[in-house]
């Protein structure tokens, strides 16, 4: 674990695997991290899934752990293809300041987000999990979630899902259907860029490829 830790800090990627270790200490959630090593035993692949996305880091190019199995041998984590994986974005822009009209969500305020974006009926199983996750992250100083409300009901939100010592990865960016096309998803991520400069850390996200145009405007790269 403390192998684990001093890879994830200090990598721009490792801000959502830090902050999977540092909530859930030395025994992380069962399927959200696996760890691979070279033949002599060094750490060398790290894969974080936390239900929304798929985090890799690697110290070299080439080197690549084993697909974990369960006990029937059947393989408990495989690659996306390379057509569906999200494209990672890091901030160039200016400095930002959190927009007006932005407030942040915290403790019991954060289950309107998952209501909001959940779909009709009881929440699914991934969804409850990364409630919880993002909760935890909140309450430990490691992530923190902002909304936008119209008319007393929540509208917009966009999260700092994770962070280490270097970047500050964001994400959750939501509009509820009928406020969508205001702004709001932009205003939203500027003030988690703005929380991330705050605390001295780079502002990194992971999007699909036709958002990747509407993130460039904002100042990512």
Same mark, same amino acid.
């Given at each position: ?5 001093? #890879? ?57 752990? &084993? ?61 409850? &999990? ?15 979630? #902002? ?75």
């Amino acid at each position: 674990m403390p192998a684990l830790l001093a #890879f994830s800090r200090n990598h721009p990627r490792g801000a959502e695997v830090y902050t999977t270790v540092k909530l859930c200490g030395a025994q992380p959630a069962v399927g959200s991290l696996w760890i691979g090593a070279d033949g002599k035993g060094r750490l060398r692949l790290v894969i974080c899934d936390n239900g929304a996305y798929i985090t890799c880091l690697t110290r070299r190019r080439g080197i690549a752990a &084993k697909t974990p199995k369960d006990e029937t041998g059947f393989s408990l984590f495989t690659r996306p293809k390379r057509r569906n994986r999200l494209c990672r974005m890091v901030y160039r822009g200016k400095a930002a300041a959190v927009p007006e009209g932005v407030e942040p969500l915290r403790g019991g305020a954060l289950l309107a987000m998952y209501e909001a974006i959940r779909e009709p009926g009881a929440r699914s199983e991934n969804t409850e &999990k990364r409630y919880v996750f993002r909760a935890r992250g909140v309450n430990a100083g490691l992530a923190e979630t #902002f909304a936008v409300y119209e008319d007393g009901s929540l509208a917009s939100t966009a999260s700092v899902v994770a962070a280490n010592d270097v970047a500050a990865l964001i994400g959750d960016v939501y509009t509820v259907y009928q406020y969508r096309y205001k702004g709001y998803a932009a205003r939203l991520t500027g003030a988690c860029v703005a929380h991330a400069q705050q605390h001295g850390l780079t502002p990194m996200l992971y999007c699909e490829k036709p958002m990747k145009r509407f993130y460039r405007r904002m100042g990512f790269l």
